[in-house]
């Protein structure tokens, strides 16, 4: 299933406790809410979007996990911590491919309503591939 092949990436896997942001410096600035709460952030992504945050704005690092070997998912299990080990946009893609065969389709849809201005969300609710917001649903 998808959701275990994405345990092989940080894309929605748990942060380090004293992971926080990071200034030009490159030294950690904890936020307001990882100190005040030491508990760590988790995000869901799907392909599409870690790979556009990635790729188009270059907001986004992906990293892979370094218990799993490349292009291994790993069975589902408890959360672990995520060691930095950063992909390239070409391993990203290469991996995203590998994981879904309709990426590309689904992909170059997916940009084309992002960079048009509408918010793009999952269909598997309505049975298709993506859902289409002109503001926040």
Same mark, same amino acid.
């Given at each position: 299933?998808?959701?275990?092949?994405?345990?092989?990436?940080?894309?929605?896997?748990?942060?380090?406790?004293?992971?926080?942001?990071?200034?030009?410096?490159?030294? /950690?600035?904890?936020?307001?809410? #990882?100190?005040?709460?030491?508990?760590?952030?988790? $995000?869901? =992504? @799907?392909?599409?979007?870690?790979?556009?945050?990635?790729?188009?704005?270059?907001?986004?690092?992906?990293?892979?996990?370094?218990?799993?070997?490349?292009?291994?998912?790993?069975?589902?299990?408890?959360?672990?911590?995520?060691?930095?080990?950063?992909? /390239?946009?070409?391993?990203?893609? #290469?991996?995203?491919?590998?994981?879904?065969?309709? $990426?590309? =389709? @689904?992909?170059?849809?997916?940009?084309?309503?992002?960079?048009?201005?509408?918010?793009?969300?999952?269909?598997?609710?309505?049975?298709?591939?993506?859902?289409?917001?002109?503001?926040?649903?």
């Amino acid at each position: 299933s998808i959701s275990r092949h994405l345990n092989a990436c940080c894309i929605g896997r748990q942060m380090a406790k004293d992971a926080g942001l990071f200034n030009g410096g490159g030294e /950690s600035v904890p936020t307001a809410e #990882s100190s005040a709460l030491h508990r760590p952030e988790t $995000f869901r =992504l @799907s392909l599409e979007e870690a790979f556009f945050l990635h790729y188009c704005t270059g907001c986004l690092a992906i990293h892979r996990d370094p218990d799993v070997p490349a292009g291994i998912a790993a069975a589902a299990g408890g959360e672990t911590q995520c060691e930095a080990i950063p992909l /390239s946009t070409q391993q990203c893609w #290469s991996a995203f491919i590998g994981l879904r065969s309709d $990426f590309l =389709l @689904s992909y170059i849809a997916y940009q084309h309503f992002r960079s048009k201005g509408w918010i793009v969300r999952s269909g598997l609710y309505y049975g298709c591939e993506h859902v289409l917001y002109r503001w926040h649903p």
